[in-house]
């Protein structure tokens, strides 16, 4: 019998479920465990967390616990992968355009005006794995908000598995992951522009049984400042909010990672998106901002109401 638990954390609503009921209070002890480490090594608000400390020393290498330099690895992998387009040296363009502080904040109080500042590229990031240490060059500040979430969601749900013996999903506000065997009939998953209203949001549910799914979105993290609107997806060319071509961008890969950086580079790569994700062979579904919705890659119809 499965069984499952959500409450908020990091600033969203976090669920597990396990596929044996007797497991749900360890699998949530487990996760909540993995969110608080993760919290402790990569917060942006937080100011004894690591990577504060990493950027108020940009230009001196620094010593990293394991945890900070997966998370780093895994952001310029992204970079990588995506030929600069998800890069995690934005962290002083968020902030220029008004995201910077806790999100709840940035809604409560806005901002009055906005500038503009350059991303410094992730070149600008050097790790050394021997010795333990990133470098960051002088001019460069790290946020892990694109990839650090899904890389939690990986983490739990393998330590779940591999703990507790149990097919296990952890979704972090639509950044999901799957470890172990699924139900029969797989995990039923709802895509939404606006995972917050839980049951309540329209959408699609969908079937999955492994790896994981990922929706980026330009509606739910989104804020005014001066007299424009800014969501917290940033396109590196311009150093402000990337246009809003897609509402929300969702996709289904190997892991959630995978499925996480894709979904924010189509957010980003605008029109060019469905061409670029169907050359990868990941499902994915994109809602436009006139709510158009377009499929590639196999993910599957919806049905017609």
Same mark, same amino acid.
């Given at each position: 019998?499965?069984?499952?638990?959500?409450?908020?954390?990091?600033?969203?609503?976090?669920?597990?479920?396990?596929?044996?009921?007797?497991?749900?209070?360890?699998?949530?002890?487990?996760?909540?465990?993995?969110?608080?480490?993760?919290?402790?090594?990569?917060?942006?608000?937080?100011?004894?967390?690591?990577?504060?400390?990493?950027?108020?020393?940009?230009?001196?290498?620094?010593?990293?616990?394991?945890?900070?330099?997966?998370?780093?690895?895994?952001?310029?992998?992204?970079?990588?992968?995506?030929?600069?387009?998800?890069?995690?040296?934005?962290?002083?363009?968020?902030?220029?355009?008004?995201?910077?502080?806790?999100?709840?904040?940035?809604?409560?109080?806005?901002?009055?005006?906005?500038?503009?500042?350059?991303?410094?590229?992730?070149?600008?990031?050097?790790?050394?794995?021997?010795?333990?240490?990133?470098?960051?060059?002088?001019?460069?500040?790290?946020?892990?908000?694109?990839?650090?979430?899904?890389?939690?969601?990986?983490?739990?749900?393998?330590?779940?598995?591999?703990?507790?013996?149990?097919?296990?999903?952890?979704?972090?506000?639509?950044?999901?992951?799957?470890?172990?065997?699924?139900?029969?009939?797989?995990?039923?998953?709802?895509?939404?522009?606006? /995972?917050?209203?839980?049951?309540?949001?329209?959408?699609?549910?969908?079937?999955?049984?492994?790896?994981?799914?990922?929706?980026?979105?330009?509606?739910?993290?989104?804020?005014?400042?001066?007299?424009?609107?800014? /969501? /917290?997806?940033?396109?590196?060319?311009?150093?402000?909010?990337?246009?809003?071509?897609?509402?929300?961008?969702?996709?289904?890969?190997?892991?959630?990672?995978?499925?996480?950086?894709?979904?924010?580079?189509?957010?980003?790569?605008?029109?060019?998106?469905?061409?670029?994700? /169907?050359?990868?062979?990941?499902?994915?579904?994109?809602?436009?901002?006139?709510?158009?919705?377009?499929?590639?890659?196999?993910?599957?119809?919806?049905?017609?109401?």
């Amino acid at each position: 019998m499965a069984a499952s638990a959500s409450w908020p954390a990091l600033g969203t609503t976090v669920s597990v479920f396990v596929t044996e009921a007797s497991a749900i209070g360890e699998a949530r002890a487990l996760l909540d465990e993995e969110l608080a480490a993760m919290d402790r090594a990569c917060s942006r608000f937080r100011a004894d967390s690591e990577l504060c400390r990493m950027n108020a020393a940009a230009g001196r290498a620094v010593a990293a616990s394991e945890l900070l330099l997966e998370a780093v690895d895994v952001a310029l992998r992204a970079a990588r992968a995506t030929d600069g387009d998800v890069d995690p040296t934005v962290g002083r363009a968020l902030r220029a355009i008004g995201y910077d502080r806790d999100f709840s904040a940035v809604l409560q109080d806005g901002r009055p005006s906005v500038s503009q500042e350059p991303v410094a590229g992730w070149q600008g990031v050097f790790v050394d794995r021997q010795a333990g240490t990133v470098r960051l060059a002088p001019d460069v500040e790290l946020d892990l908000g694109a990839t650090a979430k899904a890389l939690a969601a990986d983490r739990a749900a393998r330590q779940i598995n591999e703990a507790l013996k149990c097919g296990v999903l952890v979704n972090l506000g639509g950044d999901a992951s799957l470890a172990g065997p699924a139900p029969a009939g797989g995990w039923r998953v709802l895509v939404t522009d606006d /995972h917050r209203r839980g049951g309540d949001a329209g959408g699609q549910t969908v079937s999955i049984v492994a790896g994981g799914l990922a929706t980026s979105s330009t509606t739910v993290r989104r804020w005014m400042a001066g007299d424009q609107p800014r /969501h /917290h997806i940033v396109d590196p060319r311009t150093g402000v909010s990337a246009e809003v071509v897609w509402r929300t961008a969702s996709v289904a890969a190997g892991s959630c990672v995978d499925a996480n950086i894709a979904s924010t580079a189509a957010i980003v790569r605008g029109a060019r998106a469905p061409t670029w994700l /169907h050359g990868l062979g990941l499902p994915s579904r994109l809602v436009g901002a006139n709510g158009e919705i377009v499929q590639v890659g196999g993910w599957p119809q919806e049905a017609l109401a």
